[in-house]
């Protein structure tokens, strides 16, 4: 599933509150770790930086794979995670983009990878 969301509300618990109605076409607050919500920052005048964040509500398996953000979609340049300084391994290959999460702990929140784009 791909949800969108504005990353500053990502902590608070009503973040998705107003969506009942959501629920009565089949919407779940139930994630899994393939579920992934995002937003993204673009450069503004100087700085050009094009920056995906994948948003995550469970904790992370050891590798996860995002689909929205496989090669033809474009180029990764750089994945991290928020808030974590722990050097992680990625693959972005044709069909996902592969995170390698071994050893990383979320919040209870879960976790944000920040994906840096090529421009």
């Given at each position: 599933m791909i949800f969108y969301i504005n990353c500053a509300v990502?902590?608070?618990s009503s973040c998705i509150e107003?969506?009942?109605?959501?629920?009565?076409?089949g919407?779940?607050?139930?994630?899994?770790?393939?579920?992934?919500?995002?937003?993204?920052?673009?450069?503004?005048?100087q700085v050009k930086e094009n920056k995906v964040y994948a948003i995550s509500f469970v904790n992370p398996p050891n590798?996860?794979?995002i689909k929205s953000l496989k090669l033809t979609n474009g180029k990764v340049e750089k994945v991290s995670v928020l808030g974590n300084t722990t050097e992680i391994k990625?693959?972005?290959?044709?069909?996902?983009?592969?995170?390698?999460?071994?050893?990383?702990?979320?919040?209870?929140?879960?976790?944000?990878?920040?994906?840096?784009?090529?421009?």
């Open positions: 990502l902590f608070k107003g969506t009942e109605h959501r629920a009565q076409k919407f779940s607050r139930t994630f899994s770790a393939n579920d992934f919500w995002f937003t993204h920052r673009q450069g503004s005048g590798q996860v794979e990625w693959e972005q290959t044709e069909d996902a983009l592969k995170v390698d999460l071994t050893g990383i702990k979320a919040g209870i929140n879960g976790y944000v990878l920040e994906v840096t784009l090529k421009n």
